[in-house]
């Protein structure tokens, strides 16, 4: 904080608000939240935004009582001071322990929120700060339900009996005030002599039960406190009909029906603020929604309510005792101590006496209770420990596992590299679908040949009476002028000859046979052309991972095919 140095920091002492305390009090200025007319709406809103800015919503009033007993503020006296330095580690503990009840998707964080709320409880007290300013603003501005919260502000106002105290309350509601006055609402609900008598009549003994109903239907100085719970729970609830004003298509939060105009409906910006239009003026009585209901489940629930099916209205808040509940106090639990030689004397002077050896046994046995309670104290806690040690561990490696993923997804060298791979392959594709295509070609090429051939054998046999022998007729064929016409080839030489030799022989031979001979040779010919080319691209590519460029040759295999043509 920046001006934590500087704020005196004894018990009790007064303090001012920081630069953080001043921060939140501009962001609360920017949601222009005073253009609100009614001062009950508006300080409930403006409310829940610094419950909201401070994260406050994710606690409820047990973290709260939980963090002020380890605080060792539950065995204070209401109206002792308390530091600065106290107050930050308390709101510190309360935002540490959240962080690490939230899940990965949904963080915070707990230097901030302590900051905000820390200087806004200075802000807020602006003189003396006490143990029952902490405990009243943290129950006021904390989340969960608000029956619990009252139930602990009842015991904190009430005596061992259960019966609420007048001063106490007064105190507290002085305390709990301070909020909507630091919120410049304290013209409508700051803090008056007389604002405790009204709420409860002195001459009553004013038990839990009671206290529940009166607050649960606020006095005037209160009506705040119940609204800014409504404001919670409709945050989020959608109405499907659209604002007779402002036309907007769905609400969300609370509906405002006119109980004069039919069918005329207000958001809950637009009644706020008194917007008006047509026949509607902002008089009329308006019936607050804080569900949507369709007309078959109104009408359903009417004939449940008329037949008797369902009770009229349910209790506001559940009955509790009157007697208050007799909690076991944990704070003076100690191990037994052993029987040594402190207890000789007292075992010596009370041998005498049947009483004190029996008061002897009684606390003997208590001390054994207490060291059993201790046992089971201890064993409780530190289950939630390794609990929590368990989920620090995985989501350190959560965490790690994500910024490990995160950096090979961005590394720049790796994504050249899959680019320069993904667009090799796609060369190696386009050479293999040109390899066979010039296949196809080959073999339309052999299939005429092989037809002319079959031509020729037919014109020949009837020419020729007798056919000499293969071995001879090789032997002129190889001496005959006209096999010298063809130049030799270095990959289909062996193609060439056996075509040659299959049109020098003509019909003396078996034409099938040197066919099919020579379809042999065109496919091994391929074949090895096909490794070759896959054995020169792995080299290149190599070459190019290695150096950075490509130093190889790409051989058209539509060239080799043209010269293997150009040569028959």
Same mark, same amino acid.
């Given at each position: ?15 001012t608000?920081?630069?953080e305390?001043?921060r ?6 920017e *949601?222009?939240?005073?253009?609100i ?18 994260n ?21 006296e209401?109206n ?6 106290r ?9 540490n ?17 302590t900051?905000?709320?820390v ?17 009243a603003?943290?129950a006021?501005l ?12 009842f ?10 105290v007048?001063?106490k ?10 909020l909507?006055t630091?919120?410049h ?6 803090y008056?002599h007389?604002?405790a ?5 002195? *001459?009553?003994?004013?038990m ?8 649960s239907?606020p ?9 800014l719970h ?6 989020h ?9 402002c036309?907007?298509?769905g ?6 029906r006119c ?16 917007n ?7 008089q ?12 078959a ?12 099916c ?7 808040h559940?009955i ?10 944990l704070?003076?639990?100690?191990p037994?101590r ?8 007292m075992l010596?002077s ?6 004190a ?16 309670i201790? $046992?089971?104290?201890n ?20 965490e ?6 995160? *950096? ?12 320069l ?14 390899l066979?295509?010039s ?41 005959s ?16 000859g056996?075509v ?7 019909p ?9 001979? $020579?379809?042999?040779?065109i496919?091994n ?15 290149e590519e ?26 028959n």
């Open positions: 904080m920046e001006e934590g140095a500087q704020r005196e920091r004894g018990r009790g002492a007064p303090v608000a920081g630069a305390g001043r939140i009090f501009m962001e609360l200025g *949601q222009n939240l005073d253009a007319c009614l001062s009950t709406y508006r300080t409930a809103c403006k409310l829940r935004f610094i419950q909201k800015r401070c406050l919503h994710l606690i409820d009033i047990y973290h709260v009582i939980e963090a002020v007993r380890d605080a060792g503020l539950n065995a204070v209401l002792a001071g308390i530091s600065v330095t107050l930050e580690n308390l709101v510190s503990s309360l935002f322990q959240l962080s690490k009840r939230l899940p990965t998707t949904h963080t915070i964080d707990p230097l901030q929120s900051v905000l709320l200087e806004f409880i200075l802000a807020a007290v602006e003189s003396r700060l006490t143990v029952l300013s902490v405990k603003m943290l006021v904390c989340g969960g339900k608000l029956v619990d919260k009252l139930r602990y502000m015991s904190q106002v009430s005596d061992s009996g259960g019966v609420l007048q001063s309350f007064d105190a507290f509601l002085r305390e709990a005030l301070k909507p630091a919120l609402e304290g013209p409508s609900f700051g008056t007389t604002s008598r009204s709420c409860f009549p002195q *001459q009553k003994r004013v839990l039960n009671m206290f529940l109903d009166i607050v239907d006095p005037q100085c209160l009506v705040w406190l119940p609204l409504r404001l919670a729970n409709v945050e609830v959608y109405h499907p009909v659209s604002c007779s004003y036309r907007g298509n609400m969300t939060g609370f509906r405002y109980l004069r105009c039919r069918g005329y409906q207000l958001c809950q910006n637009c009644f706020w603020r008194g008006a239009s047509g026949s509607h003026s902002s009329h009585q308006m019936k607050e929604h804080s569900t949507w209901k369709s007309p489940t109104k009408l359903g629930r009417a004939l449940s309510r008329t037949l008797g369902m009770s009229s209205r349910e209790p506001p559940p509790y005792p009157e007697e208050p509940e007799r909690t076991l106090n704070a003076n639990i100690v037994s052993p029987v040594g030689n402190t207890s000789e004397p010596l009370s041998s005498s006496s049947p009483g050896t029996k008061r002897l046994a009684a606390a003997q046995r208590m001390n054994e209770e207490h060291a059993l201790a $046992a089971y104290v064993r409780l806690q530190s289950s939630p420990r390794e609990i929590l040690a368990e989920i620090k561990r995985l989501r350190t490696e959560h790690a596992a994500c910024q490990l993923s995160h *950096q090979g997804s961005t590394n720049p060298n790796l994504l050249a590299e899959l680019r791979l993904r667009q090799r392959k796609d060369e190696l594709e386009q050479r293999m679908s040109s066979q295509e296949r196809r070609e080959l073999m339309v090429q052999l299939e005429g040949l092989m037809k002319l051939l079959k031509a020729q054998a037919a014109g020949s046999s009837h020419a020729s009476p007798s056919r000499p022998s293969p071995s001879s007729v090789r032997s002129v064929g190889a001496a002028p006209h096999a010298y016409m063809y130049p030799p080839q270095d990959s289909l030489a062996g193609v060439g056996d040659r030799e299959a049109f020098a022989q003509g003396r031979r078996n034409l099938r046979n040197d066919l099919l001979v $020579a379809a042999d040779s496919t010919t391929v074949s090895s052309l096909v490794k070759e080319l896959h054995s020169d691209d792995g080299r190599e070459e190019r991972l290695l150096n950075g460029k490509d130093r190889g040759t790409f051989i058209s295999p539509r060239s080799v095919s043209l010269s293997f043509l150009s040569s």
